[in-house]
């Protein structure tokens, strides 16, 4: 059986991290599985890429199809045709897409128009924003896929009620959590931690990159100018997504606590994570990650496709409305945060479940 596995920006990585952990398994215990690991290359900046791979032993890709940049449309248009091309001289028995980024949609779509079966890993999870180009990769990828992997009850009835049999739909935890689970005993340290002189629980962590916070610079920089005004004069690290970037140069903010860096290595990123007074910030990973770790975390937007981490973690969703950031950071100083639970399944194993599913279904 050969699967394909695709993986193309940032959290796609730390996703297929412990599934390949997981498929080499079977393959060390006899089962007749190869696998291939599909780099669309829509992430391909060190620090968005190779840095993981690296870190999180993930072997090198069996090709990279070097489709970064452009447009949602043109980028999907040459991982598709990539795709394409690439499936044509080999098929492949199993396609698995994880998470919501445009080289999950693209490969679906393609994988699909040859038949072959795609499993999506992470399925269901919706914010029912239609302006998030995320929420369109997901109900695209959702509505042809063959298996669904959830990771929360939540989403799974968000496929049933789309009409998804619900024999193929399987919950069974979070691989985010598995990376992280694995990889918590080798956090470390970043260089930033000393040049800053940062203490447990005094600083804030800050990450921005959803288009509705930092497309419009005027807005991020009242975002940005507010969190500082509210911080209690501790340290803001601000590791800076490349579309950040973008946004950040036109802009001139500059604050004595406000301090960017490159965008960290997971172990750093998340060595900082485990240690901040607080997290804010738009990302979905991130807020699953601040959940198991019980550290306080604000995300900055309308919507979240992981309620769970509200309901039941630390997370709170306090809207793109600037006048929130003082009274939730007013509330997180005195002391007063929930205190979160750690959602079912996400126990570090989610991996291991899925390959025994699949390999139990098609070998
Ligand atoms: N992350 C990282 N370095 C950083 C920022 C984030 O390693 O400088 C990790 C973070 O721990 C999480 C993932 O990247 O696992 C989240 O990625 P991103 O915010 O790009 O995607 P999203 O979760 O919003 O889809």
Not at 71 to 81: G, H, P
Request: charged share 25%; glycine share 6%; net charge negative.
């Amino acid at each position: 059986m050969i699967i394909d596995l695709i993986a193309g920006a940032r959290p796609n990585f730390i996703k297929i991290a412990p599934l390949i952990r997981a498929i080499q398994k079977h393959i060390d215990s006899g089962v007749n599985i190869k696998y291939r690991l599909v780099h669309t290359g829509q992430h391909y900046d060190n620090n968005m890429s190779s840095q993981f791979f690296r870190e999180l032993n993930i072997p090198d890709p069996y090709v990279n199809f070097g489709a970064g940049g452009g447009t949602q449309a043109s980028q999907t248009a040459s991982i598709m045709i990539a795709y394409e091309e690439f499936l044509q001289k080999e098929k492949c028995d199993l396609c698995i897409v994880v998470g919501d980024v445009t080289s999950t949609m693209a490969c679906t779509i393609v994988a699909k128009k040859l038949n072959i079966k795609v499993a999506h890993v992470e399925a269901g999870i919706r914010s029912h924003d239609m302006t998030m180009p995320e929420e369109i990769n997901r109900m695209v990828t959702d509505s042809i896929s063959d298996y669904f992997f959830t990771t929360s009850e939540l989403a799974s009835n968000n496929l049933i009620r789309d009409g998804i049999n619900e024999s193929n739909i399987h919950f069974v935890g979070n691989v985010m959590i598995d990376t992280l689970n694995h990889f918590k005993p080798k956090f470390k340290k970043p260089q930033i931690w000393e040049q800053l002189d940062l203490k447990e629980k005094e600083y804030i962590l800050l990450t921005l990159h959803r288009p509705s916070n930092v497309d419009d610079a005027n807005k991020f920089k009242l975002a940005l100018e507010e969190i500082c005004s509210n911080s209690r004069d501790i340290p803001i690290v601000f590791p800076v997504h490349p579309r950040t970037l973008k946004t950040l140069k036109e802009l001139n903010v500059a604050h004595k606590n406000l301090h960017f860096t490159e965008p960290m290595g997971y172990l750093e990123f998340n060595f900082l994570t485990k240690n901040a007074k607080v997290v804010i910030t738009d990302s979905g990973g991130i807020t699953e990650e601040t959940t198991v770790m019980n550290v306080p975390c604000i995300t900055f937007r309308d919507s979240t496709e992981r309620p769970e981490t509200v309901a039941i973690g630390t997370n709170e969703l306090i809207g793109i409305d600037v006048s929130a950031i003082k009274p939730t950071l007013d509330k997180l100083f005195e002391g007063n945060w929930k205190k979160g639970g750690i959602p079912a399944m996400w126990d570090g194993k989610t991996s291991e479940r899925i390959i025994d599913i699949l390999v139990n279904e098609l070998g």
